[in-house]
């Protein structure tokens, strides 16, 4: 990010464009930054449309050229900054606009899910109370042995699919406790209840940061976002636990300058599950974050969904990258 002159002369340039460039920010200053782009007359034209107020902002794609390295595709977006003599210009790499167009259809599926669950599940809730009750009078009015047994069916379909609508419901009901969070402790505890579940087979890592500060968040959402996760790898290892060379990473990391939909934090947490496993099926990688959508045989679909709920309550994010043979589920959530 550079802010500019209407000229297109460099008056602040901040260190990732630094990075980018291979230059420091003492040389930049008042440097044209029209030059460092292989079509400097696109940005000219663009700092001179939006100083003009014919825009309040505009966009477009260009290359960026750097030092002793290969040209670099950037998306470019140029706003005001409330000084008519000054502009800001973002040059944001291709593969970084992508992934945060990606975050925001996260976030905003994510919304529509949950407002689908919870109609959803309100409609389901109300009927299957009637139609258990109804199954247990029956039941009471019938002598025959084999004709209770259809009764007694109906009431355990009712109980189970009351169980489902319970936990669909569960994260909008529980109130969010917020308390101070060592976020390996989290991972600590997560650790010794998939290792509980799992004693043989399987090598659980812990690559942690332990510079990482305490935050404000509810503690056991976190447990059971991160638990779902790993439980989720641990069970798709089951072939590699049989061979006994299963690996699971537990791996905390601190990021800087993260957005995560459109807001940019200056730091965040960035906690990764790494397991060695086949990958998520193609099938399902776009939606495995949808209600019900499950790439093992006997899973509910519910345990992704749930973690991205309880993330996203702590107004982060996970990212899923896959591939046969390791499979990253990243958790960012924005640190103070």
Not at 216 to 240: F, K, M, T, W
Not at 275 to 289: A, L, Q, Y
Not at 302 to 318: D, E, N, P, R, S
Request: glycine residues 8%.
């Amino acid at each position: 990010m550079a802010v500019v002159r209407s000229d297109g002369n460099i008056i602040f340039a901040n260190s990732e464009l630094e990075d980018a460039l291979g230059t420091s920010q003492r040389l930049l200053m008042g440097e044209d930054l029209s030059d460092y782009l292989t079509d400097h007359e696109v940005l000219l034209n663009a700092l001179k449309g939006v100083g003009d107020n014919e825009v309040g902002a505009l966009r477009f794609d260009a290359w960026l050229k750097r030092t002793n390295r290969d040209v670099l595709p950037v998306h470019v977006i140029v706003s005001q900054t409330g000084d008519p003599n000054e502009l800001v210009v973002e040059l944001l790499p291709i593969e970084q606009q992508s992934r945060q167009e990606r975050e925001e259809r996260l976030l905003d599926q994510s919304q529509a899910n949950k407002e689908l669950i919870r109609n959803l599940a309100h409609e389901i809730k109300n009927p299957l109370g009637g139609i258990r009750g109804a199954a247990q009078l029956l039941e009471m009015e019938i002598d025959s042995k084999e004709l209770t047994e259809y009764t007694r069916v109906i009431i355990h379909e009712a109980d189970r699919l009351q169980t489902l609508v319970d936990r669909l419901l569960a994260p909008h009901r529980r109130p969010h406790v917020v308390g101070d969070v060592n976020i390996h402790e989290v991972c600590e505890r997560v650790r010794s209840l998939i290792l509980a579940e799992f004693p043989k087979g399987l090598r659980l890592v812990r690559d942690y940061d332990t510079s990482i500060p305490e935050f404000r968040g509810d503690r056991e959402q976190l447990i059971q976002a991160v638990l779902n996760i790993a439980h989720n790898a641990s069970s798709a290892l089951a072939p590699r636990i049989s061979d006994g060379d299963a690996l699971l990473t537990l791996q905390t990391r601190i990021a800087r300058q993260v957005t995560i939909g459109k807001q940019r934090y200056k730091l965040a947490l960035e906690l990764h599950v790494i397991d060695n496993g086949p990958g998520v099926p193609d099938s399902i990688k776009e939606r495995i974050f949808f209600p019900l959508v499950s790439g093992r045989e006997g899973g509910s679909g519910l345990g992704l969904t749930l973690a991205q709920t309880f993330v996203q309550q702590h107004q982060g994010l996970i990212e899923c990258d896959s591939e046969p043979g390791k499979t990253d589920f990243k958790i960012l959530i924005p640190l103070p």
